[in-house]
């Protein structure tokens, strides 16, 4: 059956497929009416040679290139804002505005532009000067990289777009995307800017390449290919899983961005202070976006007492006023109700919703469970899974010691927030609590909520395993994210001229070295 | 049957073992008499428990107490030094003057030192500071590591003692070292040097531990178990594997400096030039140590033609003449046995050696073996084949061509080489290789051989895999080499006075840190 064409080699072509898929609206339930392929091997392989051709070419490219590339993009991006903005509305029912065009809109040409910035001064190299043994090491591209993209973030997290594929291209790596199969044509958009800018601002041809979708088995062989350098994916823990299981026995460093509960704890203090405006805030938090955050706050954690009733009074009635928003597509929806019903057997009582919602399309009712402490301990690992959507389960320890076991049997998450009380009536409690909530976690937070991800340097979205594969990288933030698609390369009497600009004598740029043991 | 003591939580105590062993004379071949348990689970729990509570306890510890015991522990080792330098000589037939106590001895202790400046800076946590935000992140422990030393550095990378050790412990990280079944005597040495110091320090009594054997099964157990952070190994490919597919499984850091072939390449231009000189610098790099290095020069490729010829019958006669050193174990002897007799039946040439050597005990001659740059191609896997020992496989490729599509073939290295003319008549074949060689070595050489592992931090020991398990990270080099025992913490509107000191506004020290955009 024709299909949209793929992007291999710096051309639009018709793909060598073995199926063909169509997205849908979920605001419909409708099919969207393009067919997309599914790629065999041939399209995989033709990739990975032109993939390696353009790594190659990319070597010793200045980063003022990489960076004229990256900036044409964004502003391509802003050039075709309408266009993408109306696609991803059609493929993920995600409110035009202010989501898709006031706020990721922006985010992903930002992020692109900061990529811009790092390509340019080269400041992820962390370039190490020793004279007097004249070794001299800096962080360098690590090779062609494989980018899978989520569903919920069509433009900042997108395979041809987000964060990974800036922070790849920014370390002079090209990139092979897969597309969300959610998301398809928002994806070909990207692809296509990506390339018109590739173009114009002479990158090889295989800088960018834009594939949709293949088996489970096509994936894991493209992650292990030779030619591969690294591997980014954001998405759910089974698929991600089962790509680690491959890249790791590979030995290809991949990147994971898998699920995560993301606790918060509200202490006593701080809900006999403020309940209802914590209540007010955690329900904005957890229904912002349907709940569809990787930093959504799914697991509540409460030590019993008026406030905590009270507390959970209030989310309750705020949680059935809230107009129940549009999930991302049917199989999310599906997810959701397989989640509650996986909580629901274990034992978590319904405080309201699971059933289906009062919105359009793909729609499942605002959700809170609640367990007890006692409950969640007898049987935590199914006690903490994921409901990706507008929904959270509320643990209630019967004291402080409870609490600390609960957290103790957490598995690693992207955040975890403590509130407390500002007269320091929580003080006690939360110096219990939160060492053991540190050392699970990527992200700390006091007093706020995880579903803002600023892209700033000091951002870690990131965390301890099955939140991420690795607890030492960050999926945003920049410069950081970009040293996940690097290698440390040591050059040991290497002769002046065939070094590295950053680590000449002769260096004439401004970005910080650590020379000799000290900075300059 | 009785056994030596292992240390666990605090105090030399009877293991629960489920045999013992006994370490050789591999100068004599005779079993030594001491005889050292083999751990049961029940051991390894017992110390998991331990490090566990000391980990709690160092959270928050002063890098200037981490300091300190550091350099207590080096100064012990100063003391004790004949002890250990008599015990390692006994256990591994390695020279006591100069390589024992003049090299690795002095390597060991200045490592240390490093660590202990690097803890008491805190240099590793590269703080990232974004006030306008409010989010601060920095580097913290990660928890428990478990480390497993290698049979050639019983010292400088020794399981309580070594680059590893020294690592985890700056970090903030207790260590649960395995002792290498070749110098468990050594081992037990240091870990008495390292408990004396952590107690008259004031460290908690799980800070270091020791066991000197497991089964297989049990080792993958450890490096699996919930409350460790992180794993250090440094041995053979066919151990290390296991244990990463075990923690990979498990979603565990483990950082493995495994095989590595560490390719040579003599332009013709440089032999020409010098191929006496380069004859007798390979001859001792390749020999040193009887060739028991990480980095011993274990490929040599060369390009057809009379000066590499030349260059060929010059080391044969340097290996024969020159004496044949004591290797470290009988395992070791056999396994070089076992890969000449794999390459051999593969193809290659025995130029010289293969043979009993002429030194004491566990020995082989010096053994050169060569192979055409097109049978190399028929079979790279098996010619990758690591000949552990005083070895190396020279591959004599007909044409530029054919030395790059045998670079092609390399697997990950720790280091590559390039002898290049000093007159620039070699610079367009070194402008061909070095982009293929740069891709597939952590180290980087010129006119050098790859042999000294300097302790700067520029080094990079480390490379590709299956050389490591993560191209971005070094085994030597402080403070790079520390994180790898760290995990990314990010603080998000976290109260000033619940962050580490280091992320604070009022932040005393000299430490560089990353503050709105900018170094301060």
Known sequence: ???????????????????????ANPATGKLLPAHYPVSSWADCEAALASAHAAFEEMRGMSGEKIAAFLERFATKIEERAEEL???????????????????????????????AAAARSEVWRQPVIDRANNIRACFGAIGPVCV???NNFPF???????????????????????????????TKLFAEAAHDAAVETGMPAGTIQMIYRTSHSIGEQLVTDDRVGATGYTGSRGAGLALKRAADAAGKPIYLELSSVNPVIFLPGALLEKGEDLA???????????????????????????????????IVKRFEEAPAGTLLSESVRKSLHESHRILSEA?????????????????????????????????????????????????????LNEAAAVLEKLEGNL???IYSASDGSDD???????????????????????????VSPAMNHGGPYPATGHPGFTAVGIPASILRFTMLQSYDNVRAHRLPAILRDDYAGTTQRFIDGRWA
Do not use: Y
Not at 384 to 399: H, K
């Open 1 to 23: 059956m024709a299909s949209e064409p793929v992007l291999i080699a710096g051309s639009w072509r018709e793909s060598e497929q073995t199926g063909v898929f169509q997205s």
């Open 85 to 115: 903005v109306a696609m991803a509305h059609l493929e993920t029912a995600l409110p035009k505005s202010p989501r898709l065009a006031d706020a990721e809109l922006p985010r992903t040409t930002g992020q692109l532009r900061q990529a």
């Open 148 to 150: 899978f993209g989520p």
């Open 156 to 186: 900042a997290f997108g395979s041809a777009s987000g964060g990974d594929f800036a922070a790849a291209i920014a370390a002079g790596n090209p990139v092979i995307a897969k597309a969300n199969s959610s998301h398809p044509g928002t």
């Open 280 to 314: 007010a805030e955690f329900t904005g938090s957890c229904l912002m976006g349907t709940g569809q955050f990787c930093t959504n706050p799914g697991l509540v954690l409460l030590i019993e007492g008026k406030p905590a009733e009270a507390f959970v009074a209030g």
């Open 347 to 399: 034992g978590a009582e319904v405080l309201c919703g699971t059933g289906p919602g009062n919105g359009a399309g793909c729609c499942v009712a605002n959700t809170l469970l609640r367990v007890s402490g006692a409950a969640f301990l007898r049987d935590p690992e199914t006690m903490q899974t994921e409901a990706f959507g507008n929904s959270s389960l509320i643990v209630m320890a019967s004291s």
């Open 415 to 417: 955040t975890g927030a």
């Open 428 to 454: 006690e409690a939360h110096d219990r609590l939160e060492p053991i909530l540190r050392r699970k976690v990527g992200r700390l937070l006091n007093d706020k909520m995880p579903t803002g991800v600023a």
